[in-house]
Nanobody
Framework: QVQLVESGGGSVQAGGSLRLSCAAS????????MGWFRQALGKEREGVAL???????KYADSVKGRFTISLDNSKNTLYLQMNSLKPEDSATYYC???????????????WGQGTQVTVSS
């Protein structure tokens, strides 16, 4: 059974930093699709950062240069380092994973429970 457990959310002032973690059990990130998504109140869920099975990474334009997705294989934990945070980054953040390549026409299969990030101005 695949389980993704997020941690690291919280409240921070604009310009601050947070690092989100997503520990996996029953699943190995390496060589598979993994990513971070977010959903703000009243808005649709959006992709933030995605790493495909070949290691290639994509970021949403709104976070490029500020957020970094990374993987610690020894801990089987996915991270999202968020710097220079803005109030518009406030949302519930979810990690997600999929075996193999990232699907093009459907969502990823496995999701964490979400962690809240609040950025105050």
């Amino acid at each position: 059974q695949v389980q993704l457990v997020e941690s690291g959310g919280g409240s921070v002032q604009a310009g601050g930093s947070l690092r989100l973690s997503c520990a996996a059990s029953g699943y190995t990130y390496s060589g598979n699709c993994m990513g971070w998504f977010r959903q703000a109140l009243g808005k649709e869920r959006e992709g933030v950062a995605l790493t495909d099975s070949d290691g290639s990474t994509k970021y949403a334009d709104s976070v490029k240069g500020r957020f970094t997705i990374s993987l610690d294989n020894s801990k089987n934990t996915l991270y999202l380092q968020m710097n220079s945070l803005k109030p518009e980054d406030s949302a519930t953040y979810y990690c997600a994973a999929e075996y193999g390549w990232c699907p093009l026409r459907r969502g990823l299969s496995y999701w964490g429970q979400g962690t809240q990030v609040t950025v105050s101005s």
